[in-house]
């Protein structure tokens, strides 16, 4: 099935030898160390306090390198779960006059969409029980239609164009739209077949919706 057509569409389209685990030691002369007289018990001594030294310098270099890595790894992390957060936080929807509810989650910077003209977008479709019925992002490419024109249900074309008390979104914009029966599916529902929808008659839905530009 057509993702336009049943998600947010109205018409039907036509057609993944052992390890080196030397150290690193200093170079020392042989040639003067071999015309010195040490005891084994001093020469002894003499690796044992050397080496130490070096594996602490080695090991140090190594936590360092480690460390800054861990820190860098975990700053992307934290900002990623911030910006989910953010994006996740309810906002308060505000209600138009033709029943259409709306709330801004990110404010755009680019220009509004015109009538008529073809543009992207990305969204998620959920049911008032929270079950999701469609995503865009899930199909990993967004939604192309033109707006304002009856290629999608009118909760689309009103919650994106804008009017009747609702600003025009902005592209780079993401807005939660909650559409009644009547800007939706109405009495008629959609993904019908064999007695049970996808989409109930009468159902409000949800949809997060993201403007990316025209296409």
Known sequence: MNSLAFSVGNYTPR???APNTTLPTKNLDTTKVSTTKFSSHR???F???LQPKESQAFFKRREA???GFCTGFLNVLLQQQLTATAEEAPCELTVAPSGLAFCDRVVGTGPEAVKG???KAHYVGKLVSGKIFDSSYNRGKPLTFRVGVGEVIKGWDQGILGGDGIPPMLA???RKLKLPPELAYGMRGAGCKGGSCI???DAVLLFDVEFIGKA
Request: charged share 10%; hydrophobic share 30%; aromatic share 0%.
């Open 65 to 67: 390198i480690g460390l």
């Open 172 to 174: 780079g914009g993401k």
């Open 43 to 45: 020469q002894k001594n």
């Open 117 to 119: 003209q073809l543009i």
């Open 15 to 17: 057609n993944l030898s």
């Open 47 to 49: 690796s044992q306090q």
């Open 199 to 201: 989409i109930p008659p």
